[in-house]
């Protein structure tokens, strides 16, 4: 093989990893846990009202605002939760199903 067609095959992280105190994990747990929870809070309170007519439909929760999505397809779901929030990341993917779990593991 020439060099010019010689490539660098990097194993792993190519970016430092980064080292967390337990402090910022214990707070980032906490951050975590509370976005889980509003956003679960506005699925439970609409679910009710979607399940029997969009049943297995996706819905994405930004939780600051209150606004859902829903759609048949996950990305177009995600899609439109992104043109109106496009500066908030996370967002929060539910099924609209019993469970609200959206995939399997």
């Keep these: ?3 010019a067609n010689t490539r660098t ?3 792993g992280r190519i970016f430092p990893e980064i080292q967390w105190t337990e402090e910022q994990k214990a707070k980032r747990r906490a951050e975590r846990s509370d976005f ?3 956003s679960q809070a506005i699925f439970d309170r609409v679910k009710p009202e979607y399940i029997q007519t969009h049943y297995n439909w996706y819905i994405v ?3 600051e605002s209150g606004n859902y999505f829903i ?3 996950e990305e177009v779901a995600m899609q439109m ?3 109106k929030h496009p ?3 996370p967002l929060f993917l539910f099924r ?3 469970t609200g779990v959206s995939g399997t593991i």
């Design 36 to 38: 889980h929870q509003r």
């Design 71 to 73: 759609d048949r397809d």
């Design 87 to 89: 500066s908030t990341v």
């Design 96 to 98: 609209i199903n019993e």
């Design 1 to 3: 093989m020439t060099e």
């Design 61 to 63: 929760v930004e939780p």
């Design 81 to 83: 939760a992104r043109i």
């Design 9 to 11: 095959v990097h194993r």
